[in-house]
């Protein structure tokens, strides 16, 4: 029994401490989460500990007495250059000539895509000659009769839930923008020295438009 417990260790750490060792650099250097979905998670493990073995075996044999040692190193430089090659991959579906040679819809490789906007809104402000921008969303929450416009301060990332907060906003009876004339019919209004915020909740949230504003 001993003896199994030993072999089964052993194929524990042969088999998920490298590919989790991977994961983990490459989620550092990504700014992704670790998964949450235990199973997904110990199938990437298996994977990337495979890969790493099967690395390790074209330098040392498995009678080497740094065979293991072999395989954690090769597992870490696996990480590296997985996260560097997603890195390029970013910065070349962000450029322009990614744009031009595939014109359509990109897809986001977050939990939520609030990045992706503001890495579009930073190639506009770049294109424009502007220094700065502020983000005016206008929110409809789901089940209300209430409409609110504001400044984004701040967006909650790294989850699929996110909150997002409101500052200098304004409150409007109605459910589309038909109901109202922005600038004129609000019920509330917090002017820039008010440190009053508004938070929402994504789930909360039917629609909402956002809208960028560049400045020096």
């Avoid at 989790?20 to 199938?43: A, C, P, R, V």
């Avoid at 099967?54 to 090769?74: G, M, Q, R, S």
């Avoid at 990614?98 to 990109?106: A, I, S």
């Avoid at 502020?134 to 609110?148: E, H, M, R, S």
Wanted: aromatic share 16%.
């Amino acid at each position: 029994m001993f003896k199994d417990l030993i072999a089964n260790l052993s194929d524990f750490l042969t088999y998920f401490v490298p590919g989790y060792l991977s994961i983990i650099i490459f989620n550092y250097f990504s700014s992704k989460d670790l998964e949450k979905s235990i199973e997904y998670l110990l199938i990437k493990c298996i994977i990337f500990s495979y890969t790493s073995i099967i690395i390790a075996d074209l330098f040392v044999c498995k009678e080497d007495p740094y065979y293991f040692i072999t395989i954690i190193f090769v597992a870490v430089m696996l990480g590296v250059a997985i996260s560097i090659l997603f890195r390029i991959s970013k910065f070349f579906t962000n450029s322009k000539l990614y744009n031009h040679v595939f014109p359509f819809p990109q897809r986001t490789g977050k939990l939520t895509i609030w990045q992706d906007i503001i890495d579009s809104v930073e190639q506009d402000k770049k294109q424009s000659g502007k220094k700065r921008y502020d983000l005016k969303a206008i929110v409809f929450p789901k089940n209300g009769d209430k409409i609110y416009v504001g400044k984004i301060n701040f967006i909650e990332e790294k989850t699929d839930n996110p909150f997002i907060i409101l500052k200098y906003f304004k409150v409007y009876n109605g459910t589309n923008l038909g109901d109202v004339t922005l600038n004129e019919d609000y019920i509330e209004t917090i002017e820039e020295e008010n440190e009053k915020i508004l938070v929402l909740n994504f789930s909360n949230i039917s629609e909402m438009q956002i809208e960028s504003i560049f400045y020096d």
